[in-house]
């Protein structure tokens, strides 16, 4: 059964606010049940009509591709997982669970994007050139690169008067991580001396990263006053910038380009699909 089919057939609901069931589904308020049935009409007529397009669409890129005989096979799709892998870090699980995604249904939009790459470079002659990843290369180097990044650690407290009495405890040689565990609000890195981790420009409030890029390691903040509190803050390393190297990113420029490429002739060509298919609609 079809998604749409699916959505539709739960018309059929129950009042908008009935009286909680053990074995009904939905959204429980002060003990009202909104059904679930409910829950999916308003999403129907919120979505619907753009559910059914995007499943037509890719019908028919996914006939398109099979009639010329295009698909992609699992060394694709296992480079491009890879690919995410490397990209995201050690974390790739987590976040893939996180967002409610499995690794079968990431290997199927995969499929599905190389499938469309394929029928595009194939039927529109797409395709990314040498001299296009070099231009974007140049074009974008000092954005590419890794940016300057600190560690930091800090100390936050409630008020003015504690946080100048930390500072005086500092200037006078107190160790900054005895001190984030003593009296930082905040629990999670006061349990670890303070860190914070590494930061990059932007990445930082305006007032606390006007006051640490210009520190250089080992030396520590004046107060800063944020919504949260006062801090004070102390850069324990500093990491410089680093070009990118144009081996290490040209396949990820090839990537992007061509993703770009895709997004401007696609629409055209799948009005082209959908004028000549016949598409009958019988919800």
Excluded: C
Excluded at 72 to 84: H, T
Aim: glycine fraction near 6%.
């Amino acid at each position: 059964m079809s998604i749409i089919r699916a959505l539709v057939i739960s018309l059929a609901a129950a009042p908008v606010v009935a009286q909680a069931q053990p074995a009904s589904k939905g959204i429980l308020v002060n003990g009202k049940l909104i059904d679930k049935a409910v829950i999916e009409r308003q999403l129907w007529q919120q979505h619907g009509n753009n559910i059914a397009q995007q499943l037509v669409d890719s019908e028919l890129l996914r006939q398109e591709a099979q009639a010329l005989k295009i698909k992609a096979n699992s060394k694709e799709i296992n480079a491009r997982i890879a690919k995410l892998k490397e990209q995201v870090g050690p974390n790739f699980e987590a976040q893939l669970k996180n967002s409610g995604t499995t690794m079968e249904a990431l290997r199927s939009q995969i499929a599905d994007s190389l499938m469309v790459e394929g029928l595009l470079k194939k039927v529109k002659g797409l395709d990314v050139t040498e001299k296009e990843i070099k231009d974007a290369y140049e074009t974008n180097r000092d954005r590419l690169g890794t940016p300057e990044r600190i560690r930091l650690r800090h100390i936050l407290v409630a008020n003015r008067q504690t946080a100048d009495d930390t500072m005086i405890a500092l200037k006078a040689g107190a160790d900054f991580g005895k001190l984030a565990q003593a009296r930082s609000m905040d629990q999670a890195t006061g349990q670890k001396n303070g860190e914070l981790g590494l930061f990059s420009p932007g990445m930082l409030t305006p007032e606390i990263e006007k006051a640490v890029f210009g520190l250089k390691p080992g030396e520590i903040s004046e107060v800063v006053q944020t919504q949260m509190g006062f801090h004070i803050l102390q850069v324990t390393e500093k990491l410089p910038a680093k070009p990118a190297q144009f081996k290490d990113i040209k396949e990820n420029l090839r990537g992007a380009l061509l993703q770009q490429k895709i997004s401007q002739v696609l629409p055209a060509y799948l009005e082209e699909l959908r004028a000549k298919a016949k598409v009958e609609v019988n919800l």
